[in-house]
């Protein structure tokens, strides 16, 4: 091991202080909300104690300078102690502490970025090795900067297969920067876990990963130096520290025991507090400070205004699937901004993400089949604003992920989704491949925006106006060939829909929205013939909803709309429709959406079979028409 110093029995007694004055604040924390996890605080003490006042490099008057050391606590519920840590490094007053959990504070019962000592929401057990390996991947591959990456993760989440995948993409990627700390206490919230303290077989599955694992006593701060140093000076290769501890560590009559978890220590908090007083040599103010000289090398990032390289290109009537403008227009604007980058799980060739490649390999991040990986890798790497991520897939696929992107929402991320393939148009493939529940997924999500374009030009927009929105963007893109039916200088803007067909005598507005506006507008022209006049809408985003444009034209229409949406009924197009007239006295709304589960077969014979087809909005129209 290179130049590695012993450290000095002052030091050592000092980082042991601190680990029980942290233990101390985690209690008087958890008694004055009266709730909170002091039990699993106490079994990090040490951990927490070394990497602040010792390892990690970081400036505490700016927490996310972009040159400081990351740290991620993935067992969110620990977050008295995390606290506890930036309060005696200095970030703000001890006494603050005391206001955990209350409602004008945030000092929340879980972290999340409203702190600027925090990059993610953490709690949803399991996601933090993959937001650390997104931040890792960053600073290893685009910063090429010297700042490291430390995520603690609870022995407990590390069942959640979300931690395996990360261990994957880790070691795959060689993330040397990256150290995962594994707090092994032995006890979940309801019972042992399953491995309990079984070290040697934590320590193989972390060494079959590719991973330098590394058994401690994690109540050792000389063991713990020694392996954040060894960590520090592995290459080629992340590091594990799997740390040996005790739940309520320090604490009598409750340290190792069952039943403690989530719980503050009530009649028993005096006792233990003086007992862990008793422990501290040096109660007086910090002989160690944490700020640690740090290598300024992360380099000036500029993601703002970022443009399509050229404009769209394309001819009326030309036959291209959204998908593939997708990826035309990820393109143009990574070639706009060296920070655009693109994930994706083993379907680049599908959802076309592979066209960033053109323009710079190294700004494709290929995440194989691991979705939820992938998005918490995503979200990694768009903190600190060092990176625009576009995370594509099969729209399907991402329900798999939904709780790392609604943590995403908490987090405050800006990543981009890109679902294709989605509804029957898919065709042959069958009800397993068809996302068919996403839009309503992604309408959930708090601050998101749902783009849905209908053709290569207003796709390529969607993608310019997503790089620089704020929150989750969502962009749905089909599979099949769609014409071109926006001039290539048609301007869009979130919120605002498109009238592609109108005339003075509309009776009805159908709105439909990617391949279903086709049937829409080919719907119309069938009803022309039969004297029946319909206004067809684009919305092109389906959230926010143009509900002004709705309600004016549906006003115009006599008060009939109908909605046609390759998605199932619930949460998608038309409910978005039905929400914005909600409030308006004689508009009625007609719903045609996928009902029931699809087979395979050709889309078009799909389209009609479920309901969604040009002949379907005919008869939609005159019933709603005739009545």
């Keep these: 091991m290179a130049a590695y110093h012993k450290p000095e029995s002052k030091t050592?007694?000092?980082?042991?202080?601190?680990?029980?004055?942290?233990?101390?604040?985690?209690?008087?924390?958890?008694?004055?909300?009266?709730?909170?996890?002091?039990?699993?605080?106490?079994?990090?003490?040490?951990?927490?104690?070394?990497?602040?006042?010792?390892?990690?490099?970081?400036?505490?008057?700016?927490?996310?300078?972009?040159?400081?050391?990351?740290?991620?606590?993935?067992?969110?519920?620990?977050?008295?102690?995390?606290?506890?840590?930036?309060?005696?490094?200095?970030?703000?007053?001890?006494?603050?502490?005391?206001?955990?959990?209350?409602?004008?504070?945030?000092?929340?019962?879980?972290?999340?970025?409203?702190?600027?000592?925090?990059d993610v929401g953490t709690g949803s057990l399991g996601q933090g090795l993959s937001v650390a390996a997104g931040m890792a991947y960053v600073g290893k591959n685009y910063d090429e900067a010297s700042y490291r990456v430390y995520c603690l993760i609870g022995d407990g989440e590390s069942a959640e297969g979300s931690i395996w995948e990360a261990l994957h993409f880790a070691s795959y990627y060689k993330l040397d920067n990256l150290c995962a700390v594994f707090d092994i206490n032995r006890l979940g919230q309801s019972e042992p876990t399953s491995l309990q303290h079984n070290m040697e077989v934590y320590r193989k599955r972390l060494e079959a990963f590719g991973f330098n694992a590394l058994v401690v006593d994690g109540h050792n701060v000389e063991e713990l130096v020694k392996a954040f140093h060894e960590a520090q000076t592995t290459k080629g290769r992340p590091t594990a520290i799997l740390a040996k501890t005790f739940k309520g560590k320090n604490f009598p009559t409750i340290e190792d025991l069952e039943n403690w978890h989530g719980k503050p220590l009530g009649n028993k908090s005096d006792e233990v507090i003086m007992h862990l007083n008793s422990l501290i040599r040096n109660s007086g103010p910090l002989a160690l400070h944490p700020q640690k000289p740090l290598v300024e090398d992360a380099p000036t990032v500029n993601i703002s205004n970022i443009q399509l390289d050229s404009p769209p290109n394309y001819k009326i009537g030309d036959q291209v699937a959204t998908r593939l403008a997708y990826g035309t227009a990820l393109a143009k604007i990574a070639k706009n901004n060296p920070r655009v980058i693109a994930l994706d799980g083993d379907t680049k060739n599908s959802t076309f993400a592979e066209k960033i490649k053109t323009v710079d390999p190294k700004r494709f991040i290929e995440c194989f089949i691991a979705e939820q990986n992938a998005v918490g890798v995503a979200i990694g790497a768009a903190t600190r604003d060092r990176t625009v991520a576009f995370v594509s897939a099969f729209a399907t696929f991402f329900t798999r992920a939904f709780d790392q992107i609604r943590m995403g929402a908490i987090s405050q991320t800006n990543v981009n989704f890109v679902g294709s393939h989605c509804g029957v148009s898919i065709g042959e493939d069958g009800p397993s491949q068809m996302?068919?529940?996403?839009?309503?997924?992604?309408?959930?999500?708090?601050?998101?925006?749902?783009?849905?374009?209908?053709?290569?030009?207003?796709?390529?927009?969607?993608?310019?106006?997503?790089?620089?929105?704020?929150?989750?963007?969502?962009?749905?893109?089909?599979?099949?060939?769609?014409?071109?039916?926006?001039?290539?200088?048609?301007?869009?803007?979130?919120?605002?829909?498109?009238?592609?067909?109108?005339?003075?005598?509309?009776?009805?507005?159908?709105?439909?929205?990617?391949?279903?506006?086709?049937?829409?507008?080919?719907?119309?022209?069938?009803?022309?013939?039969?004297?029946?006049?319909?206004?067809?809408?684009?919305?092109?985003?389906?959230?926010?909803?143009?509900?002004?444009?709705?309600?004016?034209?549906?006003?115009?229409?006599?008060?009939?709309?109908?909605?046609?949406?390759?998605?199932?009924?619930?949460?998608?197009?038309?409910?978005?429709?039905?929400?914005?007239?909600?409030?308006?006295?004689?508009?009625?709304?007609?719903?045609?959406?996928?009902?029931?589960?699809?087979?395979?077969?050709?889309?078009s014979v799909l389209l009609d079979a479920f309901g969604i087809s040009a002949r379907n909005i005919v008869s939609a129209v005159q019933e709603i028409v005739k009545n």
């Design 12 to 118: 050592v007694q000092e980082l042991r202080d601190i680990a029980n004055k942290l233990r101390v604040h985690s209690i008087t924390a958890t008694q004055a909300s009266k709730s909170g996890h002091p039990t699993s605080c106490a079994s990090m003490a040490e951990i927490m104690s070394v990497l602040f006042f010792h390892t990690m490099r970081f400036k505490v008057s700016t927490p996310r300078d972009p040159s400081n050391d990351r740290f991620i606590l993935s067992k969110g519920h620990a977050a008295p102690i995390l606290y506890a840590a930036w309060a005696e490094s200095g970030l703000f007053p001890i006494s603050e502490l005391q206001n955990l959990r209350k409602f004008d504070s945030d000092l929340e019962g879980h972290p999340t970025p409203r702190l600027n000592f925090i």
């Design 435 to 603: 996302g068919l529940e996403d839009v309503a997924m992604f309408r959930a999500i708090p601050g998101s925006t749902v783009f849905y374009p209908c053709d290569a030009v207003a796709t390529e927009r969607a993608v310019e106006l997503a790089a620089n929105t704020k929150g989750v963007c969502f962009i749905r893109t089909s599979r099949p060939n769609t014409a071109v039916i926006y001039e290539n200088n048609e301007s869009f803007a979130i919120g605002k829909a498109k009238i592609v067909k109108t005339s003075s005598k509309d009776q009805v507005l159908v709105i439909g929205a990617g391949v279903t506006l086709y049937e829409a507008i080919k719907a119309a022209q069938e009803l022309a013939g039969l004297g029946i006049h319909a206004r067809v809408m684009d919305p092109f985003t389906v959230k926010p909803i143009d509900a002004a444009s709705i309600i004016s034209n549906a006003k115009d229409c006599g008060g009939r709309i109908v909605t046609v949406e390759d998605h199932y009924p619930e949460g998608g197009l038309g409910d978005a429709v039905m929400s914005a007239v909600a409030l308006e006295r004689n508009i009625i709304v007609k719903k045609l959406a996928v009902t029931g589960i699809p087979r395979s077969g050709p889309p």
